[in-house]
């Protein structure tokens, strides 16, 4: 009677056990959109096809960035889950004008509460530089700073921008003109700083570190550069890791909601990432040869070309190959690093061969060429790769 009854649980056990062996492993693995606790949920490699994703074509992707690029980490999310990554994402390292992008961020609840006004003018606050600014340049806002488009064209103490190409001094109503500048940027930090009370970092560790969970956040890393002889106002670059990027984009990518929580407000999530400044409006003019438009320190696809996947993304951007690139029609979030530290860099067209890459993987079809394809002789669209 033992026996029969041992005999019975065992065809019962594997009643339900062979079920679950045999299934195939496209089923073990949910597509629904999840957020990261702790960690990063990773995509096994055997559940890549079933999640939508190509192994062999990443395989491609990870023997381009080997052989042609100088990435030190890559992250790609694809629904709350990372699907792809390459190099040491946890490694916490200088990030360049990324840190303008999570700036704009920072400023909305500020702005929302009315601690903030963007109206408010540099002579409302009284603030000055070395050697002054001019009365035109005092008429400039707040607005008008994070939106690089202050008219002023005081040295700053930190370079990376395009303030060697910009106008006399003084020809520009605030406003008006757009130029990506480091005046204005460090200057936007150094008012946040005065209307708030509160260090950027602070406030960045408070608004997104502890509420997103970083993995590798270490407040006693960040600090302040800048040549202060020529500007008063320094920059304020950031440790970061390349996952912990990869965290900020997709908030960004839910409009400021993380796993239920309003982070940042939805419209002002949205604000930051809305052109202001349309690609036929760049300037130094040879920008509206390429493919964004400018919105609150946010670059922002735009134009003709920004179509299929690329239709409402936007990126930061950072020196020597940084990138939070959010692509919201995808659902896709895609973090590139190179760490400055060992004297090298990852040029703009390897990161466009590495999203074509991974969009490629992922099956995306684009609608035309890519927004970087080369035009045809007349102005027409280049051929897509």
């Keep these: 009677m033992t026996r029969v009854r041992n005999r019975s649980l065992l065809f019962l056990l594997l009643a339900v056990l062979v079920p679950l062996f045999l299934a195939p492993v496209g089923a073990q693995i949910s597509t629904q959109s999840v957020f990261p606790g ?9 559940d890549l096809q079933a999640y939508g994703w190509s192994p062999e074509a990443l395989r491609e992707a990870t023997a381009f960035i080997r052989d042609h690029s100088n990435t030190t980490g890559l992250v790609v999310v694809d629904r709350g889950r990372v699907v792809f990554r390459y190099g040491d994402i946890e490694e916490l390292s200088y990030v360049a004008s990324v840190r303008k992008s999570i700036l704009s961020m920072l400023y909305g609840y500020w702005v929302e509460n009315g601690t903030i006004k963007p109206n408010t003018t540099l002579a409302d606050l009284n603030f000055d530089d070395i050697g002054g600014l001019l009365p035109i ?10 939106t690089a488009r202050s008219g002023v064209y005081h040295p700053a103490s930190y370079s ?3 303030l060697a190409k910009a106008p006399p001094r003084g020809s520009q109503k605030p406003g008006t003109y757009m130029l990506y500048s480091n005046w204005d940027f460090n200057a936007a930090g150094a008012v946040f700083e005065q209307l708030t009370g509160r260090s950027v970092y602070d406030e960045l560790q408070a608004q997104l570190a502890i509420p997103l969970q970083f993995e590798d956040w270490d407040r006693s890393a960040q600090h302040k550069e800048g040549d202060l002889t020529v500007s008063k106002y320094p920059a304020y670059p950031i440790w970061i890791s390349t996952r912990d990027m990869a965290r900020i984009g997709y908030l960004m990518l839910h409009e400021g909601n993380w796993n239920g929580k309003q982070v940042i407000s939805r419209d002002w999530a949205r ?9 036929g409006e760049m300037h130094p003019v040879e920008r509206r040869d390429g493919y964004y438009g ?3 320190m946010w670059w922002v696809f735009d134009g003709p070309r920004a179509v299929g996947p690329f239709k409402g993304a936007y990126t930061a951007i950072g020196a020597w190959g940084q990138w939070i690139s959010v692509f919201p029609a995808i659902d896709l979030v895609v973090a590139h690093k190179t760490n400055n530290i060992y004297g090298r860099q990852t040029s703009t067209e390897s ?6 890459l991974v969009l490629e993987a992922k099956g995306v079809k684009m609608p035309g060429p890519y927004p970087w394809a080369p035009k045809a002789a007349g102005g027409g669209a280049g051929r897509d790769r």
């Design 38 to 46: 702790q960690s990063w949920e990773y995509v096994p490699r055997e």
């Design 137 to 146: 340049e005092k008429q400039a806002t707040i607005e008008d700073l994070i």
């Design 160 to 162: 990376g921008d395009d």
């Design 271 to 279: 604000h930051i990432v809305q052109v202001v400044t349309p690609l």
């Design 294 to 296: 400018y919105g609150h």
């Design 351 to 356: 990161w466009q061969r590495i999203i074509e």
